[in-house]
């Protein structure tokens, strides 16, 4: 399976268009560090088509800027779009709606997202005008998993977290998901998981059995949305455990054998800055930092 990162930062983006922090300018300054919004394509083992997991607002740029994603000489458009989602924030789903252009749409997501996506943004009143949609259902980890371009794709349900436009919808632990993507023909497993609210026993099982993780990188340490004046609730109040510190990702992910990689930067992190001693921290750990555009052979 070839996993490649369309994209690694938070909400927003680095640089966000309304802020000027220090990764925001240094993003300006540099623009190698400019990060685009968390989001993979995913090629199984003999498979010809790709599928993406989440689709930010800047998808239909970031599938332009690598050629194996563009359509095919001879002048065929692109016939069908298939897009795992692991929530329904707006960070992640946004996309959806830049991909009215297919002909077809193939969502993959749990019951509270799809009611969310289909009640609250009304996705299937806006684009069906445009395209059509057919949803699938992301079955639990350890049931018969979904198939989609070859790869078993299940959900590993991580926390209750509503996006804020649905706040008031019912509670249930497959708000948010990590993707279980598991390739038959080259018996390798991956997790993506770029909203981790807790480190939970299912996903401690399922990490311990990957041989590549993606993991919720969003803050540093659970103090730095507070100190930074971007909120008055913690790294973990904001359903994001932090990297480093007690209870930190850090930790349990240097246990594991897989591949472990964060995302979900937030512009606020230190590590989007590529001279931050943090990276070395983590190098320590045998642990990296993704970056947009990267190829991972699993
Ligand atoms: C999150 O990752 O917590 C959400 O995307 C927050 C948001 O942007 O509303
Ligand atoms: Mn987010
Ligand atoms: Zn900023």
Known sequence: MLVLTLGTAAGGGVPQWNCACPGCSGARAHPDRRRSHDSLAVLGSGQSS??????????????????ELRPGAGGERTPLVRILLTDAELDHTLGLLR????????????????????????????????????????????????????????????????PRYASDALEDDSWVVAARLHDPAGGTTALYAPALAVWTEGFAKEAAGADCVFVDGTFWDDEEPRRLGISARTST???????????????????????????????????VDPSAPQHGVLAERGLEVAQDGMVIEL
Not at 52 to 60: K, R, S, V
Not at 119 to 125: G, K, N, W, Y
């Open 50 to 67: 790709w599928f993406l997991i989440n689709a930010g607002p800047d998808i239909t740029e970031q599938m332009e800027a690598h050629p």
């Open 99 to 162: 991909l009215r252009e297919a002909h077809h749409l193939e969502i993959f997501a749990t019951a509270p997202v799809r009611q969310a996506l289909r009640q609250r943004l009304a996705l299937d009143t806006v684009l069906t005008p445009y395209t059509s949609i057919t949803w699938h259902d992301l079955p639990p980890a350890g049931q018969t998993p979904a198939v989609t371009a070859g790869i078993e794709v299940s959900a590993v349900p991580l926390s209750t977290k509503r």
């Open 237 to 271: 109040g904001m359903g994001h455990l932090p990297v480093d510190g007690p209870g930190g990702t850090a930790g349990w992910l240097a246990e594991l054998s897989a591949r472990c990689l964060y995302t979900h930067l937030n512009n606020t992190n230190p590590l």
